[in-house]
């Protein structure tokens, strides 16, 4: 009977470790996902800014003379 429990604790233990290693990778990976998200918003940003359209959208334009 001893050695069941040794045997039930030796493997509680190893089961909380790797429950502490798997939450530390869930928090790295939140970390780096919301690291990414920012990056992007700023990219999305900049490109935004960056295409100006020296063409006037196709509502604007007036018809051409043949229609």
């Known amino acids: 009977m001893e050695d069941r429990i040794t045997e039930l604790e030796i493997r509680l233990t190893h089961i909380e470790d790797t429950l502490d290693v ?9 970390a780096l996902i919301d690291q990414l998200q920012l990056q ?26 043949h229609y």
């Open 22 to 30: 798997l939450n530390q990778t869930v928090i790295d990976q939140h």
């Open 40 to 65: 992007i918003s700023i990219l999305e940003k900049k490109l935004q800014a960056a295409v100006i359209s020296h063409i006037a959208h196709e509502s604007d334009e007036t018809p051409p003379p």
